[in-house]
């Protein structure tokens, strides 16, 4: 590969590339379609200046870094950290910058940074935000980027997620991504069983009256995992059977549902104000 470790080696100067044929390039824009690729390299692709800037100063392991002139002069400030991290650098034509790009107007910033190994994320987690089958990147990632304002650092995604590495996912998350902490499930029974195992009591999220409010559930102590199904039918069946418990967010007027965004925002608001109250009543 194009990306391998190149450890204690830092270029002196960016190579550069003025064709859209560098197999290079190639290499990089493979990863911005198919989740699939990026799983097998490990690897996946952020873009604009802040993003990247962002992942510098989170630690993230940056492979590679692309930049064009014009980009190096208008975001220099953003860039630099980058370049610092960077294992490789690549000045590249104007031209080029399209092929690395899932937006219309791109900043021409681009580095490919390789995904952390997650294995025991939810080891010591209090409070964990389980996402079932949720499939729009733009929810997914706007998901993110609530949880951690919110302080809700550790997600589970079970089924058929989108994928946190595309480059949506990675947009509306503000670089969540790349600081939260992430397990993965293929079932709601194999997710489950872990959180219980670790002392997480799962709660169920549904549009039913009859469930629980979630103003009633005691987040100020013990250790929660809140549900969260998708935008259209909510949490299968087969999740809410291995949640302990069915909870709800009080609704008024007509709107049967909140979607999967709007939903996830209150029920993490509601487990940092039950953080709160713990810290203040063992402060």
């Not at 392991?61 to 650098?89: M, Q, S």
């Not at 002392?199 to 169920?204: H, I």
Request: aromatic share 6%.
């Amino acid at each position: 590969t194009f990306f391998a470790v190149r450890r204690g080696r830092k270029p002196m100067k960016a190579e550069r590339i003025t064709s859209r044929k560098s197999p290079v390039v190639r290499d990089a824009a493979s990863l911005l379609q198919k989740a699939e690729k990026r799983s097998e390299a490990g690897l996946f692709i952020a873009e604009g200046a802040r993003l990247c800037a962002d992942a510098a100063k989170s630690g993230a392991e940056i492979a590679a870094c692309f930049y064009t002139e014009a980009a190096a002069e208008k975001y220099g400030a953003y860039l630099r950290p980058v370049l610092h991290a960077a294992e490789r650098a690549y000045c590249i034509e104007a031209h080029i910058a399209p092929l690395l790009s899932d937006t219309k107007n791109p900043q021409g910033i681009f580095c490919v940074c390789r995904m952390k190994r997650r294995t025991g994320a939810l080891e010591a987690a209090r409070r964990v935000l389980v996402l079932e089958n949720v499939q729009d990147p733009s929810n997914v990632g706007t998901i993110l980027r609530t949880a951690e304002a919110l302080g809700v650092l550790h997600i589970a995604l079970v089924g058929a997620c989108c994928d946190i590495f595309s480059p949506k996912v990675l947009r509306g998350s503000m670089g969540a991504v790349l600081r939260l902490g992430f397990e993965q499930y293929e079932s709601a029974l194999q997710c489950a069983a872990a959180l219980n195992e670790r002392g997480l009591r799962s709660l169920a999220a549904v549009p039913d009256s009859a469930a629980a409010p979630i103003t009633s559930i005691p987040f100020e102590a013990g250790r929660w995992a809140v549900w969260i199904g998708t935008e259209g039918n909510g949490l299968t069946q087969e999740a809410i059977a291995a949640c302990a418990e069915r909870i709800t967010i009080p609704m008024r007027g007509r709107a049967e549902s909140f979607n999967a965004s709007t939903a996830a925002a209150i029920v993490l608001w509601e487990m940092m104000r039950g953080a709160e109250k713990g810290e203040q009543a063992d402060g």
